[in-house]
């Protein structure tokens, strides 16, 4: 349930953050006169960073280091073969990154951008709430430690 919460958290920030920097930037999209002719110019203005690629990537990666994690491949007990499956998803991000260029809805540094927002927002969600990969409790859950000091101060 926590690792479902953390991943709507990681998806709805990512989106916020994309949506934020598309209307910040306002940088044309390549096929920005079809678009006028179209009525949708509004639309025309939004091309940096893609925000396919940046959900896509944020939800691949997020599931990428959850099954890193269930898998333990990073801390000894893992192989390559597992590395492979768990990197499998990320497959996935590329496909639909490469199918923004091709249908000329934005140009390569749109999707690197994308990319690179979903993938950093999708670690640091993980990197806030999960063990670390390379633990041996790798893919739990961080618990709250409550130590009492002197005077019964709890922090």
Sequence with gaps: MTSTI???????????LTNAFKLFSGKPRPNY?????????????QSFPS??????????????LLLCGEYKVFNGDGSILK????CFPLLFGFLVAISRVRDYFHGYDDIIAG???????????????FR????KNSGEIKTEEYREFDDNFIV
């Design 6 to 16: 953390t991943f709507f958290f990681a998806v709805s920030l990512c989106l916020f």
């Design 33 to 45: 006169y079809s678009l006028i002719d179209n009525n949708k110019a509004s639309k025309g203005y």
């Design 51 to 64: 925000g396919h690629s940046s959900t896509t990537f944020n939800g691949m990666m997020f599931l990428t």
């Design 83 to 86: 590395l492979i499956g768990c």
């Design 115 to 129: 990319s690179l927002l979903g993938c950093v927002i999708a670690l640091l969600c993980y990197v806030l709430k």
């Design 132 to 135: 670390a990969l390379w633990s």
